[in-house]
């Protein structure tokens, strides 16, 4: 391999691990080979990034980015925990399942993992934390339960793999969703588990007839919330719309939604949300643009190719290979958030999957289930910081639950994902026809 290209990963893998944003640590990453490669003109190279980011496919990113904005800001949230509060609330520990529940449906409105972390972390942590429960775990399940919005579609790390390596948006919309699923049976078993020491607080019990009662009440509230991503996936797999459209319809929808009918933001704080959808979606563009020109110096070096032959001098092995593909994915995850892991390690792990007789739609499922481990796996673990920031706590109260979640809730899952296609490829073969 071209000591360059390894000198160049170095320098990428270094800027992520001291905590240079993403795009930045890209962009010096271009820079370098720009400077020191003999590539002849690098127009090409300006122009690879700009032919990628001209795609009908990446307008649904920032509008799903804006639609869910705008409902976290119109109150879905806070209506969302109350309706699984209603339900499931009275259970002894009962508020964690409530909070991971909330935030898998929230994560499937809103699309990424960090706005989940926002929007229900600032309703539920300090709602636990009146229970009894203690406010690290609170903030730890908070994140690891937000890596449910890669899984739960539509999720914008899908819409990324697809548009990177040419699959199905649409299967691979559907290709985590029982792995998603499964994830939240073990970390809602393993919140019960954790909490059972704790000095919970439980509401009194109530009749069956006052409880359905209030769940009636608060579906009311919360029903016009929870159509946002059934609208979204019934035009997408009824044939009515493209994914980049049903985002639009998104948008339409959660406008009305959040200021009339929830009334919770007005048309004047529409400029603040327009403004942080902008700067989220500015950013991701920066980031794939960089990312676009870098994936096309490493293809003309035959990186992918050399990774293969690397995993392939360790084994042919179809299972070992993708042991070998997993631990990569770990590694990349550790130190990437989903965006960059996806726009890094998809195009790099293509060949690998082939040699090994992964079907991209069941890479989508490895790479969503990986990548979202990363997202609270140390050192970098930015959800982790991110809701020890929203929670207002520490890391270090939050590192015991959160290691547990790792190793015993979304390791299995990987494991899983990896190794029994069937839970990927089921629902795609069902709904689309796939065989």
């Known amino acids: 391999m071209n000591p360059l290209i390894l000198w160049d990963a170095a320098l ?25 490669g003999d590539f002849g003109s690098t ?46 609330g009275r259970l002894r520990g009962g508020l964690g399942l409530v909070l991971i529940i909330a935030t898998a449906v929230f994560g499937a409105i809103s699309g990424m993992a960090s706005s989940a972390v926002a929007a229900i972390g600032t309703v539920m942590i300090p709602r636990m934390e009146e229970r009894g429960f203690d406010r690290g775990y609170a903030a730890a399940l908070v994140a690891a339960s937000s890596v449910l919005a890669l899984l739960i579609p539509p999720s914008a ?26 994830l939240v049976t073990l970390l809602g078993g393993w919140n019960f588990v954790l ?34 991503p059934l609208i979204i996936l019934g035009f997408i797999y009824g044939g009515i719309t493209t994914p980049t459209e049903a985002a639009a319809v998104a948008v339409v929808y959660a406008i009305p939604v959040a200021i009339y009918v929830y009334r919770e933001m007005g048309w004047r704080d529409m400029g603040q949300v327009l403004w942080r959808a902008g700067q989220t979606s500015g950013v991701l563009m920066i980031m794939i643009f960089f990312a676009s020109m870098l994936g096309r110096i490493w293809t003309l070096e035959n990186v992918p190719q050399e990774i293969l032959e690397a995993f392939l001098r360790v084994s042919d092995n179809p299972l070992v290979l993708l ?26 792990l293509m060949p690998v999957m082939t040699q090994a007789g992964v079907d991209p739609i069941h890479f989508s499922a490895i790479i969503a289930t990986n990548l979202g ?3 609270i796996t140390p050192p970098t673990a930015p959800l982790l910081y991110f809701a020890a920031l929203i929670g207002k706590t520490n890391l270090s109260g939050m590192l015991k639950p959160a290691l547990i979640f790792v190793f015993f809730a979304y390791l299995p899952v990987v494991m899983l994902t990896t190794f029994v296609p069937a839970l990927s490829m089921w629902l795609p073969s069902l709904i689309l026809g796939l065989n």
């Open 323 to 348: 042991l070998m593909a997993n631990l990569f994915l770990m590694i990349v995850g550790m130190f990437m958030e989903d965006v960059s892991g996806i726009l890094l390690a998809a195009p790099l």
């Open 157 to 182: 790390s899908m819409i990324l793999f697809g548009w990177v390596t040419g699959t199905s948006i649409l299967a691979c919309f559907l290709a985590p969703i029982i792995p998603g699923l499964i």
């Open 43 to 88: 127009n090409f190279l300006v122009g690879a990034g700009f032919n990628k980011l001209n795609s009908v496919v990446l307008i649904a990113i920032p509008l799903y980015i804006l639609a869910g904005g705008i409902m976290g800001a119109g109150g879905i949230a806070g209506r969302l925990v109350d309706l699984a509060n209603s339900m499931i």
């Open 373 to 375: 481990m990363g997202l």
């Open 195 to 228: 909490t059972r020491k704790m000095p919970i607080r439980q509401p009194a019990p109530a009749p069956v007839r006052v409880i359905a009662g209030e769940v009636f009440i608060r579906t009311k509230q919360a029903a016009a919330g929870l159509m946002m």
């Open 12 to 36: 990428l893998s270094l800027l992520l691990v001291i905590g240079v944003p993403a795009a930045l640590c890209f962009a010096g990453a271009v820079l370098l080979l720009m400077l020191f």
